[in-house]
Nanobody, 124 residues
């Protein structure tokens, strides 16, 4: 089993920044990749970004490219999502997820382990 705990959400004005953290514990040796998803009220869960557990490969959805950066701290078993130039449309609950498979990196059903989510609210 893998446990994931997110932190770092909050309220920020448009144009501001936040850094989300996802701390992994348990059988972390089984993880192939970690991703961030988000879900706004009344909308489906949406892929945001992913990084391989080795930290060598990253991928972003188009709407966050150039604004968000995903990274991993090997020593802390933690994945970060640095979010800059935030927009009101970035408002959502952000979830961290992990999988031991290399396929379908942007599909929520690929991921076996999920955190509890952290709220990000961007005011205009």
């Amino acid at each position: 089993q893998v446990q994931l705990v997110e932190s770092g959400g909050g309220l920020v004005q448009a144009g501001g920044s936040l850094r989300l953290s996802c701390a992994a514990s348990g059988r972390t040796s089984s993880i192939y990749r970690v991703a961030w998803f988000r879900q706004a009220p009344g909308k489906e869960r949406e892929f945001v970004s992913t990084v391989t557990w080795s930290g060598s490969t990253t991928y972003y959805t188009d709407s966050v490219k150039g604004r968000f950066t995903i990274s991993r701290d090997n020593a802390k078993n933690t994945v970060y999502l640095q979010m800059n130039s935030l927009k009101p449309e970035d408002t959502a609950v952000y979830y961290c997820a992990a999988t031991n498979t290399a396929v379908r990196q942007s599909t929520a059903s690929t991921y076996d382990y999920w955190g509890q989510g952290t709220q990000v609210t961007v005011s205009s």
